[in-house]
Structure formats: C-alpha cells, structure tokens
C-alpha cells in the first residue's frame, strides 16, 4: 500500500471531524438572532465539550463527544418538526426515555437511513479520538474549562425566560420569527415546569343557565347495551380529498346504513400524528389546548388525575371496561395510563394465543382485520362468560399510519385526478390500508349484531394521514380542513336518542356515546351533553364565545372537582 493512500487513511478521520465540528457548531447557532440566544444555542456543542474536557483533560474525546451530541439533538429536534409540526422541547425527553417508542424507527425508512448515517459516523468520530488519545490538557487548561462551563452555566440559566412564553404558545418553535435554536429551546422550555400556564377560568354562570334549560335527555335502554369504541388511526374518508375524476372503492364505514345512528365530520386537535391528543379528548372530554405548554404530556400527566371520565362513567353505570392496544403496553406509556383511567384490563394481540406465533412486535402483527377479529372473540367470551355484565371495549388500529410507498403502482385513476405521481403512489396504498381496516370493522359488526344484548359501536378518526408531502386538496369550505375527520355510530337497535351532529368536536364525542348508550350522567357528563347541545356538537368552531368560555369555566371549577387536587395543582405538575 502506497504511503501517500496511508497518509490519506490518517487525515480521512481528522477530516471528517473537522466537517462535522464545524456543521455542529453552525446547527448550534442557527436563529441566535440576539446575544442571550446566542450564548444559549452555543452550549449545544459547549457544554458537552467543556464537560468532557474538564472532567477527563482530553481533547479529542470532548470534540467527538460535543460533535456527536450536538448533531443528534438537532437531527431529533429536526425530525420532530418534520413528522410532528415542532422541534424538541425539554419535555419531549420523557417520550425518548421509553425504549419502546424508539421502535417507530422500524417504520421510517428515511429514519433508518438517518440513524445509519449517523452510526458511520460516530464509528469515524471515534476512529479519529482514539488516534488522537495522546493529547491531553494540563491542570491550567482542565480548569479553565470548568470556569468557562461555569460561567455558561450561570449565563444560560439567568436567561432562560427569554422566551418562554413563545415556547408555551408555539410547542417550542418559538414562532415565525424563530429566535431561538435547538439549546434554546430546550431551555427556555423548561419553564413548563416551573410555572402553572393559567387554565380557562372565568364566570360560569351563563352556561350554567343555559345548561338548566336544556331538555332532559330520553330514557335510558331497557337493556344495557354492550358498547365498542374503535379508533382509527390515521383515518379520513378519501371521498374528503378533492381528486377530481379518481374512481375510488367503495368502504362501507364511509357510507350510510339502516344501522347508523349519528354519523358527520369530525373534529380533532392534532395532523399527522399525536394519536394520544384525541385519545385524551375521546376519554376525558377535554381539549389538550386548554394546558398550554403541557398540551403534548395530557394523555400521560392530566388523563390518569381525573377524577371524572368515560371509563370511570361507564364502570359507574355496571360495565366491564377493556383496552385492545396495537403496539407494545409501554408505547408512550400507554398502558400505565389506560389503567389510570380506570380500565380493568389492557390487552395486545400478544395476549391471544393465536396471534402470540406471528413474528414481529405488536405494531407488526396489529393487522386490522386481526383487530377486529380480536374484539370480536373478546364480545363473544364477555357475553358467554358475564351475561349479566355489559362490556365497555376500546381498541385502536395502528397499519394505517405512515409511512405510505411512493412506489406503490397508482390506482384508481389516481394519478389524472390532479396530484403528483408520487402522492397517487401513497393514495392507493393508503386506500389500501383503509380497506384491510373496511373489512376489519365488517368482521366485528357480524359479532355486535349477532349477540343476546344489544350493541351500540362508534369509530372515528383519530387525525388525518401524513404522506410526507402535501396533502390533496380538500372539498370542505370549513376551516382548517387538516383537522377534520369523521365519525359514526351505529347500533343493534335503534336507541332512545335521536342526534345526529354534522360537525362534532372530538372533546364532545364521549358525551355523545355516553348518552346514546343511556349511561346515567354525573355533573361532569351532564355538562357536556348540554354544551354539544346548545351549540350543535361544536367546541372550538362554536360561534358563541362567551358561552364556550363561560363551559370551560364551569368545567375547570373546583367545584366540579375534575381532578385529585386542586387546577392549580395540576397545571403544575
């Protein structure tokens, strides 16, 4: 081997250190449009490098590791924003810590792409400080270090109100103007947990008068029906999207039938992810922007507190209660919550013997029609086994979340209905998706339908799908098209109540449920019942602002006693 292709070999690693240093130090300083900005976002690459260079008096070892780190935080905080709409913030560290989120790495090919990437070159990283393990820093140098770090240290935190309050407002994007880096960030967002953001309050009087003079609600079932709530993730009807001259395939959950009770659009809090901010509107019958910069953490920190809920009312009122997940019990923590909420059990496939062989994780083997399958047995052995009991049942499907393949041949016209062959691609494998999820839910329909007690079952999406690229136009005049879905009721036997909202906030769907399966109410719920009355099903699109204020001051007041403690308490916390 010739010595100038050695000589190359030993320079490639400095070299590529180099690079990266230099990239991780530009990526630490971005948006410092001011000198406190500045000297924050700088402790992205700093901190690391003079912690390791004080502590172990090396210098390639400190480089490596600064350059590492600070090329992770940022290509997380960017990935973020790519599939969840903003960057890191201090409290997203508690969705990092369990291990078994990291597996939606699996479903991302551009991720596994990224982490590849990214190993090759801390390999290289590492190649360069172990040839470099020679040079150390003196006593003079180490703690020179340390008071630098200092005072950062001290600097950082004397600032990190700089921003807090745009944090609160923008997730940790610190809005258009983006002022504040990856550090930054994660600093100034630190006030979520030092300050309780104030929650709605006001004068409930209004609503309260108006609530008074609601009609009563009909009589309940003369049989308590058995009750199946099923969300679907990433759900929108097709027929939503504007494709002009696509001949799409008929799904029996979009369309009409003898059995629908209440059927319309539907809306959500979140786009393209963050299925547990419907999840904790669908199961506590709150909006998760009431928590300002706690809105992301709801369905962890807020659901389990609540005194008052869907399951706790549904087990008030003599029923079982079972959560079917699609993904591993300690994805986001799901399951610690489902039973905080008071489910009596949480189940996966995993939990049923035919399913348990497949290989793959939960997520893999969560097909559908396998779902519905699932539910169904779990209805059938319920009645065989409890015949005096009815059963709550919530389950969620997972098979049609992103990512969708551009590679996919187009169907269905798709690609003359006005979109781009890339996203033809990704709609005919979405409207796949969406029909293996068709036949899950007919599966489960034959088992309600079928049974000695009446049934009543609701399905909805959860939020719209993310292709990765802009989405189809939508046909909808309403606004903000990217947070409508839709949902339906249907039922065995035609209930007592007769409501049928064309537009129904998700927050107030669980209100809907309960009283269209004749659940005695307690405060909380009678309270939402006549909100989605009074202003026909509608929340946050309600016209009527003072009355929607004067609801979420009833709402949030001690005397309704929603959660443990008190409001403050759990803002708080």
Known sequence: MSPAFLRLGALAPAAVQAAAAIYAVWVSLQFSDDPACALINAGLFLLPFLLLGAATGRPAIALAAATALALLLWAVGEMKLRYFGNRLALIDFY??????????????????????????????????????????????????????????????????????????????????????????????????????????????????????????????????????????????????????????????????????????????????????????????????????????????????????????????????????????????????????LGFDRVLTLRDFPEYDHVKGDEWDIADSDRL?????????????????????????????????????RPLYRLERSGVGKSLAAKLTDYVGKLQVLDGGLRTLERELTAGPRPALWAYFGDHQAYFEEASPPYRSPLPAPELLTQYRLRSSLAPALRESPPLLDIALLPSLIADSAGLEPDDFFRAQSAMRRLCGGRLEDCPDKALLASYKAHLFSPRLGLFDDSIEQVAAH
Request: glycine fraction near 8%; charged fraction near 20%; charge should be positive.
């Open 372 to 408: 519905g399958e699932a539910a169904a047995k779990l209805l059938r052995e319920h009645r065989r086994a409890h015949p005096d009991r009815p059963l709550f049942l919530y389950l969620l499907s997972i098979k049609e979340h992103a990512p969708y393949s551009s590679r996919t």
């Open 95 to 340: 969705f990092l810590s369990e291990g078994a989120n990291w597996s939606i790495v699996q479903r991302y090919p551009r991720l596994q792409w990224m982490l590849a990437g990214y190993l090759a070159l801390v390999a290289v990283l590492i190649l360069h400080a172990r040839q470099r393990r020679q040079q150390r820093w003196g006593a003079k140098a180490r703690l020179a270090a340390a008071l630098v770090l200092a005072g950062w240290c001290a600097g950082a935190w004397a600032g990190r109100h700089h921003h807090t309050w745009e944090v609160f407002r923008d997730d940790a994007d610190c809005g258009t103007i983006k002022t504040c880096g990856v550090m930054s960030r994660l600093l100034y967002s630190y006030s979520v947990f030092e300050f309780a953001e104030p929650l709605p309050s006001g004068d409930p009087a209004r609503f309260e008068a108006a609530a008074a003079g609601v009609a009563p609600l009909p009589a309940p079932w003369e049989v308590r029906p058995d009750v199946v709530v099923w969300l679907h993730e990433s759900t929108l009807d097709p027929a939503l999207y504007r494709l002009n001259g696509a001949r799409l395939p008929r799904l029996d959950m979009f369309r009409r039938s003898p059995r629908d009770r209440a059927g319309g659009l539907l809306r959500v809090h979140t786009f393209g992810g963050k299925t547990w901010l419907s999840e904790f509107s669908l199961l506590t019958g709150l909006v998760p922007e009431d928590f300002g910069g706690r809105r992301t953490t709801v369905f962890n920190s807020v659901a389990p507190q609540m005194q008052r809920n869907l399951v706790t009312r549904f087990e008030a009122n003599g029923y079982d209660s079972l959560v079917l997940m699609p993904t591993m019990k300690s994805f986001y923590g799901a399951a610690r919550t489902y039973e905080g």
